[in-house]
């Protein structure tokens, strides 16, 4: 069955980088549209970035020049660069996967968590 499988979280300092990946099986990965979901501890989940199989990206306004999604559909792999970390960023990220325009979603990983703090 298809798999995403998100690494990459961890603890850092405000301030700090992290670059999460999701790995994913089972998919004919290029054709996919991909993208970025956060639940913060309040349990609200939020769009971060998106990704479209052709390489168009958006961001949400709160991170946006802060954080790069990207692809490497040779690796089956996309990736999260997140740079001028904050503790607001704190969250369990999620990536997911749609054919054509996402939503609707229809794989999702199980999450990787990221903690902000000093």
């Known amino acids: 069955q298809v798999q995403l499988v998100e690494s990459g979280g961890g603890l850092v300092q405000p301030g700090g980088s992290l670059r999460l990946s999701c790995a994913a099986s089972?998919?004919?990965?290029?054709?996919?549209?991909l993208g970025w979901y956060r639940q913060d501890p309040g349990k609200q989940l939020s769009l971060v970035a998106t990704i479209t199989s052709g390489g168009s990206t958006s961001y949400a306004g709160s991170v946006k020049g802060r954080f790069t999604i990207s692809r490497d559909n040779a690796k089956n792999t996309l990736y999260l660069q997140m740079n001028s970390l904050k503790p607001e960023d704190t969250a369990v990220y999620y990536c997911?996967?749609?054919?054509?325009?996402?939503?609707?979603?229809?794989?999702w990983g199980q999450g990787t968590q990221v903690t902000v703090s000093s």
């Open positions: 089972g998919i004919i990965f290029g054709i996919y549209d």
């Open positions: 997911a996967a749609a054919v054509g325009r996402g939503p609707p979603w229809h794989y």
